[in-house]
T-cell receptor
Framework: NAGVMQNPRHLVRRRGQEARLRCSPMKGHSHVYWYRQLPEEGLKFMVYLQKENIIDESGMPKERFSAEFPKEGPSILRIQQVVRGDSAAYFC???????????FGQGTRLTVV | GQSLEQPSEVTAVEGAIVQINCTYQ??????LSWYQQHDGGAPTFLSY????GLEETGRFSSFLSRSDSYGYLLLQELQMKDSASYFCAVKAGSARQLTFGSGTQLTVLP
């Protein structure tokens, strides 16, 4: 059973471009969380999704950021018109329904130049 | 919303015991978790407490007091490989989202 897969591992975008980050949860996991982490800082909650539903997006910036977890395929975190301040590590975690444990991917390091 | 506080740094020597505290403010509390992260890699799950008391898993133990909104992670017989960041996280709210503290950087000295 493969772990949580995130790709790409590293992503470089110029200011104004779009960034698309993908997360494939572990098999059988229906819950996905996205977090952002700046160097030497904690994991900031962004969004919590279940298949085809956004459960809690209270941590998502109101503009330029969106997330989805379709019935088929990976969860996508999309950042439009990226700015330098978007540079960070973005982690995805998945869990099965009712579980108390979340399993993290290796993260995507986004650098905006 | 949820907020958690934990010390930013802790230093201890090999073989020692260290306790990392976590206090939280939340509504709709379900449980407190602990995660370990090495050098910005994938955080890994260590423990989960839903009820008051101490849970022991090998060298690591975790404690929760719901009435005090407080928990701690206890690491015994410290090893160099335990140097990492440790995060407490609460599962809370109507959506049962998982919210993390800012992390405690543990440095184990020889």
């Amino acid at each position: 059973n493969a772990g949580v897969m995130q790709n790409p591992r590293h992503l470089v975008r110029r200011r104004g471009q779009e960034a698309r980050l993908r997360c494939s949860p572990m098999k059988g996991h229906s819950h996905v969380y996205w977090y952002r982490q700046l160097p030497e800082e904690g994991l900031k909650f962004m969004v919590y999704l279940q298949k085809e539903n956004i459960i809690d997006e209270s941590g998502m910036p109101k503009e330029r950021f969106s997330a989805e977890f379709p019935k088929e395929g990976p969860s996508i975190l999309r950042i439009q018109q990226v700015v330098r301040g978007d540079s960070a590590a973005y982690f995805c975690a998945s869990s099965p329904s009712g579980s108390t444990e979340a399993f993290f991917g290796q993260g995507t390091r986004l650098t905006v130049v | 919303g949820q907020s958690l506080e934990q010390p930013s740094e802790v230093t201890a020597v090999e073989g020692a015991i260290v306790q990392i505290n976590c206090t939280y403010q939340t509504s709709g509390f379900y449980g407190l978790s602990w995660y370990q992260q090495h050098d910005g890699g994938a955080p890994t799950f260590l423990s989960y407490n839903a009820l008051d008391g101490l849970e022991e898993t090998g060298r690591f133990s975790s404690f929760l007091s719901r009435s005090d909104s407080y928990g701690y992670l206890l690491l015994q017989e410290l090893q160099m490989k335990d140097s990492a960041s440790y995060f407490c996280a609460v599962k809370a709210g109507s959506a049962r989202q998982l919210t993390f503290g800012s992390g405690t950087q543990l440095t184990v000295l020889p």
